[in-house]
């Protein structure tokens, strides 16, 4: 299967550790989002990475959040000083070149006790 | 801004009845528009997309979506429900005029079937 990967895929901290996410695209995709869904509500963006470059970061990634895509291929999102509402299940999409649609991996599931 | 509204929270429905799940979107642009599907325990996945083509789009596993322009809808349906649709269905929005925006997904509406 050469869809988007997600690893781990549940993770459980405690508050005021720091947790790191990885995320393998579609490997021709040079397109890279991270979002983070809450329990009830839709998927809500947080940042934009088109190969290495992070074009976008929406108001919701503070600055404990920091995410990377080195040579432009796998990314990661790091989180640092987790707190309880850092708790939501984080998924990456891409998508390549100028299709609109994201394929989505299976998501993180962050549990901050 | 964008945004999309989905009427209903949750919608129920005997097996092999139609099915309707309701979206409005709000966009400044000419706009994409999508649904997704998640199953329990499973990623999004891509049912159907509108980008400024056809007006009616047809998805897979028999869905079918209609782009209204005069009542900025774009609802999502289904002549006969399976077992196998019951799941979380999110109504989403883009910027037609550039692939690379972000998307902005609507609350979802949770299908059930009932046998």
């Known amino acids: 299967d050469t869809g988007v990967s997600q690893d781990p895929r549940h993770k459980i901290t405690k508050r005021g550790q720091n947790v790191t996410f990885r995320c393998d695209p579609i490997?021709?995709?040079?397109?890279l989002y991270w979002y983070r869904q809450t329990l009830g509500q839709g998927p809500e963006f947080l940042t934009y990475?088109?190969?290495?470059?992070?074009?976008?970061k929406s108001r919701l990634l503070s600055d404990r959040f920091s995410a990377e895509r080195p040579k432009g291929s796998f990314s990661t999102l790091e989180i640092q000083r987790t707190e309880q509402g850092d708790s939501a299940m984080y998924l990456c999409?891409?998508?390549?070149?100028?299709?609109?649609?994201?394929?989505f991996g299976p998501g993180t599931r962050l549990t901050v006790t | 801004a964008q945004s999309v509204t989905q009427l209903d929270s949750h919608v129920s429905v005997s097996e092999g009845t139609p099915v309707l799940l309701r979206c409005n979107y709000s966009?400044?642009?000419?706009?994409?528009l999508f649904w997704y599907v998640q199953h329990p325990n499973k990623g999004l996945q891509l049912l159907l997309k509108?980008?400024?083509?056809?007006?009616l789009v047809k998805g897979i596993n028999g869905f079918e979506a209609e782009f209204k322009k005069s009542e900025t809808s774009f609802h999502l349906t289904k002549p006969s429900a399976h077992m196998s649709d019951a799941a979380e269905y999110f109504c989403?929005?883009?910027?037609?005029?550039?692939?690379?925006?972000?998307?902005?997904f609507g609350k979802g509406t949770r299908l059930s079937v009932i046998a």
């Open positions: 999409a891409s998508g390549a070149g100028l299709a609109y649609e994201q394929y």
């Open positions: 490997s021709e995709h040079n397109r």
């Open positions: 990475f088109q190969n290495e470059a992070q074009l976008e």
């Open positions: 966009s400044s642009y000419s706009p994409s």
């Open positions: 509108y980008t400024s083509a056809a007006t």
């Open positions: 989403v929005v883009s910027d037609a005029d550039s692939g690379n925006t972000p998307l902005v």
